[in-house]
């Protein structure tokens, strides 16, 4: 076998200080077979960020005309929202997957009375979606 004596190639600076392999491409994408390619799994953790997040509304039990008609009562209920997704790492998409209402509850958001009929308006029930966000430049 011959030694090489000289290597042509296009040399890219790669500036960051307490660099390590798993910058370069991350250990968990290393057992993927060499087809699939590496140059997806290229400084992954750096273009990419997790997003998770969560909230909760909280509404008392009350009444919703004065007086104490049993009708009109509202119970007490607390609604759960979670969303989980990727962003690029310079912020500019973004791919959220979001339940609203994960516990499917069921509430009613008022309520009414007229002469002798009763009028209650339901909140929403569990929903879901994705939302895709890219900003322009």
Same mark, same amino acid.
């Given at each position: 076998?011959?030694?090489? $004596?000289?290597?042509?190639?296009?040399?890219?600076?790669?500036?960051?200080?307490?660099?390590?392999?798993?910058?370069?491409?991350?250990?968990?994408?290393?057992?993927?077979?060499? $087809?699939?390619?590496?140059?997806?799994?290229l400084f992954f953790n750096d273009r990419f960020d997790a997003v998770v997040g969560a909230s909760a509304n909280h509404q008392s039990?009350?009444?919703?005309?004065?007086?104490?008609?049993?009708?009109?009562?509202?119970?007490?209920? $607390?609604?759960?929202?979670?969303?989980?997704?990727?962003?690029?790492?310079?912020?500019d998409w973004r791919l959220m997957g979001w339940v609203r209402n994960?516990?499917?509850?069921?509430?009613?958001?008022?309520?009414?009375?007229?002469?002798?009929?009763?009028?209650?308006?339901?909140?929403?029930?569990?929903?879901?979606?994705?939302?895709? $966000?890219?900003?322009?430049?």
């Amino acid at each position: 076998m011959d030694p090489f $004596t000289r290597l042509t190639a296009v040399a890219a600076p790669f500036d960051t200080p307490d660099s390590d392999t798993d910058m370069i491409i991350p250990q968990r994408f290393l057992r993927k077979p060499l $087809t699939v390619g590496y140059r997806n799994f290229l400084f992954f953790n750096d273009r990419f960020d997790a997003v998770v997040g969560a909230s909760a509304n909280h509404q008392s039990k009350t009444n919703t005309e004065l007086g104490q008609f049993v009708e009109l009562r509202k119970k007490a209920y $607390t609604l759960v929202d979670l969303r989980a997704g990727v962003e690029s790492h310079d912020g500019d998409w973004r791919l959220m997957g979001w339940v609203r209402n994960a516990g499917d509850t069921v509430y009613w958001t008022s309520a009414a009375r007229s002469i002798d009929v009763y009028n209650r308006y339901m909140g929403m029930p569990r929903t879901y979606g994705l939302t895709l $966000t890219y900003r322009y430049k």
